[in-house]
């Protein structure tokens, strides 16, 4: 499961933080006008996808992997009261979770 959790991430943030970057379409409909806000959550998603990366290719790193999987889950359930249910970031991060939750299930057990 670890793998999974760490190529999701991967996965996931390689065309988002691309998309982010190019400033392609529907980013800003999705993420907001490119402004220093939406800068800052780019650099998140990049340190998210390295570090996810790296433990992909470290297997000493797994005593980390929870740390990071933990903070992602947080981050992403603190965006339902903060954009609703209905928003398309908000609706990918709790499917993250749930590949994450049940990760983290399975370390910690």
């Known amino acids: 499961m670890i793998q ?4 999701l991430n991967v996965l996931i943030l390689i065309p988002v933080t691309w998309g982010l ?14 402004q220093p806000s939406r800068r800052i959550l780019l650099a998140v998603y990049l340190a998210i996808a390295a570090c996810s990366a790296a433990l992909l290719l470290w297997p000493g790193g797994r005593m980390l992997v929870p ?18 249910i209905g928003h398309p970031v908000v609706v990918t991060n709790l499917g993250i ?7 983290l299930a399975t370390i910690l057990r």
Do not use: E, N, R
């Not at 979770?97 to 990760?103: L, R």
């Open 4 to 7: 999974i959790s760490l190529a």
């Open 21 to 34: 970057l190019a400033d392609s379409a529907g980013m800003a409909q999705a993420f907001g006008p490119d």
């Open 67 to 84: 740390g990071l999987l933990a903070v992602q889950g947080i981050y992403k359930v603190l965006t339902v009261p903060l954009l609703g």
């Open 97 to 103: 979770v749930v590949v994450h939750g049940v990760t």
